[in-house]
């Protein structure tokens, strides 16, 4: 199976990010679904069900990693992938320790995760001959996100589709006022 970590924004800001690309940049030849609108944590590759079942129980051991806001903010291109995304211009300091978390429990399982920095982002398009001209409306988009997913990456005649197969809740994190 083909899978990584990652995060799911609402169907209202799926949509959302959908309209505004549609509406901010010209037509893309391979534009993503807003249905596959996710933000990778730690891409696995291809696993073994021994791997997942290692993975999910080494997911099962965290608990001090607490919900936080995620704000999709920021557009980038990646000449190499030939890919447009959707950033963070700031990535919460929780969003960056789940993601650091994710990545030693995969190396603890034997997979050799990419050692380059964690980059939270959104891929709205792919298969871009060149860096789209900037876009004429900015983004802001923002979702409180309280939970990560194990992804199934599934190639079908109509292209990749992205399949939740497992999920778990961030802890909450409670402010107290003082009187």
């Not at 993975?55 to 190499?80: A, C, M, P």
């Not at 001209?133 to 990749?160: D, M, Q, R, T």
Request: proline letters at 6%.
């Amino acid at each position: 199976m083909r899978a990584f970590f990652g995060l799911s924004p609402d169907t209202k800001t799926k949509l959302a990010i959908e309209v505004w690309r549609n509406k901010a940049f010209p037509k893309f030849d391979a534009p993503v679904a807003a249905a596959n609108f996710h933000v990778t944590l730690a891409f696995l590759g291809q696993i073994s069900p021994k791997q997942m079942d290692t993975l999910s129980e080494g997911v099962e051991q965290i608990s001090d990693l607490h919900t936080f806001n995620v704000s999709l903010n920021r557009v980038g291109y990646w000449s190499k992938p030939k890919a447009l995304w959707l950033g963070c211009e700031d990535t919460q300091i929780e969003h960056l320790q789940l993601a650091k978390r994710l990545h030693q429990i995969a190396n603890s399982v034997g997979l050799q995760l990419p050692k380059q920095d964690y980059v939270a982002h959104l891929t709205l398009a792919r298969k871009c001959a060149s860096n789209p001209p900037a876009s004429l409306i900015e983004p802001i988009f923002n979702w409180h996100n309280a939970e990560f997913h194990l992804y199934e990456s599934v190639s079908g005649k109509k292209g990749v589709s992205y399949h939740i197969r497992q999920s778990w809740p961030l802890a909450k994190r409670f402010a107290f006022k003082s009187f």
